[in-house]
């Protein structure tokens, strides 16, 4: 069972948190707030799975599990940060992850930089403004959607919904978090919660508060019976050192509108002016900074992505994610003058990068235009709308032979503009408009016209269209990019030395988990970096193998590709997340302007 469903913790429906009365259980022992999260910081610095943490504290306070979920939630928030930007930033305040928590659960992450410009010293704005950036690069949209279904139910729930009204909910677009409500309806059915007017009021602490007497000191502890192993937070508490992690209370104010204000202190304007916020010196040994090393940290939502952990198979020799993870391949990429090879097997982010390099590339080149020949009938954010911009072979049921003309029509007209443009002196070539060729599933498409003698003639004109304008488009900007799941140059009729001088490659590799078990290898990865002829450098090679045996591990963990890139001297690294390019989609601007380039109207309702 699913049990780790987190309501918004600043939001003012959780304000009021039920006593024991509601469940109908007697009260066992009481238990101070702080004392509570102090233990869960502690099993969570211990490497406690966050859903055995969940399953005990409903089984020893089911009263507080919102309280102790939301403590959770920061603790892992904190962590992700904390190693997703490195520790060159400090202090690290409390209340900058109260507040990073905040905006990232309403969706407007950029708000952050406002509030700390007034409430923050510089470093901190600078802290904040990395953060910010690793904010939006790994949460997809689709998780603050889950963030709101889960707010919703847990109200559902906390008001006495039955299990079926709960399962009601996977509705429309609910659908795809199906196994959200499941799992709330699932507690529902084990834990029935009926509304009651007795409350107490918790959730108005701050993480300054000066004196205890300002928090609640005590609640009641319930006594269920619960299926799986307890784990009793309350003995868990005797804690003899300080946790990893700061465990001062979460601040939980009543929620605000984002646009009417951006205080989300407990202290006025002058109070907050007249706080201390300059760097402090941190030794070594400082709790919040140390044996992060030494942990493997768990995940606290199974979506939520924990790109940056330090993970390892070896504890010690723990891998700092951040300093593996490519920073600026989509630029690099879409910054080159030649052509790329891009070669990786399904499920390894192959498509998403590509979404993401045609946005990336018009935004550098806003007067581009891509020929698109593919198989498949994706939106291309927005191109397809464009008569003739995409191409797809037509398959004839009659004869059984695939009809390769709309793709061949797209490789003659990149060839008559590379023609054309030869004739040109060289200085008329410099501020010509970059003309692309992007071929995707060319595999397939090699695959078939390798496989019969009638596609001769065609495999020929490919082939030799590909090598003129890998060899000779980069001084008259045009380029091929090929995407494949075959990373063997021959087998794509791409043989010629002076064709791999001009081709940069990229390959992915990953093992990803589906219902028909392991899918995927890195067999491609170790094979090309083998290559002499793609990687020349003995040491450069040892180099990248070392690395690579050493982040294969942690990919499989994760699940994340593993990038290696020709450019330059060669790299290998972790690919960043690209799936928010899923919803990417140019602007209506630039598809009317690349409409006209086409010599036609853009069709806007075909979305």
């Not at 889960?150 to 429309?172: H, T």
């Given at each position: 069972m699913e049990t780790n469903s987190l309501a918004p913790p600043h939001s003012s429906e959780n304000a009021a948190i039920a006593s024991s009365s509601?469940?109908?259980?007697?009260?066992?022992?009481?238990?101070?707030?702080?004392?509570?999260?102090?233990?869960?910081?502690?099993?969570?610095?211990?490497?406690?799975?966050?859903?055995?943490?969940?399953?005990?504290?409903?089984?020893?306070?089911?009263?507080?599990?919102?309280?102790?979920?939301?403590?959770?939630?920061?603790?892992?928030?904190?962590?992700?940060?904390?190693?997703?930007?490195?520790?060159?930033?400090?202090?690290?305040?409390?209340?900058?992850?109260?507040?990073?928590?905040?905006?990232?659960?309403?969706?407007?992450?950029?708000?952050?930089?406002?509030?700390?410009?007034?409430?923050?010293?510089?470093?901190?704005?600078?802290?904040?403004?990395?953060?910010?950036?690793?904010?939006?690069?790994?949460?997809?949209?689709?998780?603050?959607?889950?963030?709101?279904?889960?707010?919703?139910?847990?109200?559902?729930?906390?008001?006495?919904?039955?299990?079926?009204?709960?399962?009601?909910?996977?509705?429309?677009?609910?659908?795809?978090?199906?196994?959200?409500?499941?799992?709330?309806?699932?507690?529902?059915?084990?834990?029935?919660?009926?509304?009651?007017?007795?409350?107490?009021?918790?959730?108005?602490?701050?993480?300054?508060?000066?004196?205890?007497?300002?928090i609640p000191l005590s609640f009641d502890i319930a006594q269920t019976d619960y299926s799986a192993p307890k784990l009793d937070l309350a003995e868990s508490s005797n804690i003899t050192g300080s946790p990893h992690i700061s465990t001062e209370p979460i601040s939980q104010p009543v929620k605000k509108p984002i646009e009417e204000s951006v205080d989300y202190w407990t202290q006025d304007e002058s109070a907050s002016e007249e706080m201390e916020t300059e760097s402090v010196e941190r030794s070594p040994s400082d709790p919040i900074l140390e044996e992060f090393s030494d942990t493997i940290l768990t995940d606290t939502f199974s979506n939520l992505p924990n790109y940056s952990r330090v993970v390892s198979v070896n504890p010690k020799a723990p891998l700092l994610l951040s300093q593996h993870e490519e920073k600026n391949l989509l630029f690099t990429v879409a910054s080159l003058e030649i052509s790329a090879l891009i070669a990786a097997p399904s499920g390894t982010g192959k498509s998403t990068f590509s979404w993401a390099y045609i946005d990336k590339y018009y935004q550098l080149h806003p007067d581009a235009t891509f020929y698109i020949c593919c198989q498949k009938n994706d939106f291309w954010l927005g191109l397809r709308n464009i008569p003739g911009a995409v191409a797809r072979p037509d398959y004839d049921e009659e004869?059984?032979?695939?009809?390769?003309?709309?793709?061949?029509?797209?490789?003659?007209?990149?060839?008559?503009?590379?023609?054309?443009?030869?004739?040109?002196?060289?200085?008329?070539?410099?501020?010509?408009?970059?003309?692309?060729?992007?071929?995707?599933?060319?595999?397939?498409?090699?695959?078939?016209?390798?496989?019969?003698?009638?596609?001769?003639?065609?495999?020929?004109?490919?082939?030799?269209?590909?090598?003129?304008?890998?060899?000779?488009?980069?001084?008259?900007?045009?380029?091929a990019v090929i995407l494949t799941q075959s990373f063997n140059l021959e087998s794509l009729g791409l043989t010629d030395s002076n064709i791999r001088d001009n081709l940069a490659i990229l390959i992915f590799g990953n093992v990803v988990k589906t219902l028909k078990g392991m899918q995927g290898n890195y067999n491609a990865l170790y094979k090309i970096i083998r290559n002499p002829f793609v990687v020349g450098s003995d040491s450069a090679r040892a180099r990248m193998l070392n690395l690579l045996d050493k982040l294969v591990p942690v990919s499989m963990e994760l699940q994340r590709p593993i990038a290696f890139s020709s450019i330059g001297d060669g790299e290998v690294m972790f690919l960043q997340d690209y799936r928010w390019s899923k919803d990417c989609r140019l602007s209506d601007e630039q598809l009317d302007a690349i409409a006209q380039r086409f010599g036609c109207a853009r069709n806007a309702s075909n979305n």
């Open positions: 509601a469940i109908g259980h007697p009260p066992q022992k009481a238990i101070a707030p702080e004392t509570l999260q102090a233990a869960i910081a502690k099993l969570f610095n211990q490497g406690t799975p966050s859903e055995q943490i969940a399953q005990g504290l409903l089984a020893t306070t089911p009263e507080y599990y919102q309280l102790g979920m939301n403590t959770l939630a920061l603790l892992q928030f904190q962590a992700n940060i904390l190693q997703g930007v490195g520790a060159s930033f400090e202090p690290y305040y409390t209340h900058i992850f109260d507040l990073l928590y905040q905006a990232l659960l309403w969706n407007n992450p950029d708000k952050i930089l406002e509030i700390c410009a007034t409430k923050c010293n510089r470093r901190d704005y600078a802290f904040c403004e990395v953060a910010v950036d690793y904010i939006e690069k790994n949460y997809e949209p689709s998780w603050y959607e889950q963030k709101a279904l889960q707010n919703k139910l847990y109200q559902m729930y906390r008001s006495g919904a039955s299990p079926e009204e709960i399962r009601a909910e996977v509705s429309g677009k609910n659908k795809k978090f199906r196994h959200i409500v499941e799992a709330v309806a699932e507690i529902a059915v084990q834990y029935p919660c009926h509304q009651t007017k007795s409350t107490s009021a918790l959730a108005q602490f701050s993480p300054y508060c000066q004196s205890a007497k300002e004869t059984g032979l695939w009809n390769f003309e709309p793709i061949l029509e797209h490789i003659r007209r990149v060839n008559s503009f590379l023609n054309q443009r030869r004739l040109l002196h060289e200085e008329q070539r410099e501020s010509l408009p970059k003309i692309v060729l992007f071929l995707d599933d060319y595999y397939s498409i090699w695959n078939t016209i390798s496989g019969s003698k009638k596609y001769a003639a065609i495999k020929e004109f490919i082939t030799e269209s590909l090598a003129n304008i890998i060899t000779l488009g980069r001084e008259l900007g045009i380029i």
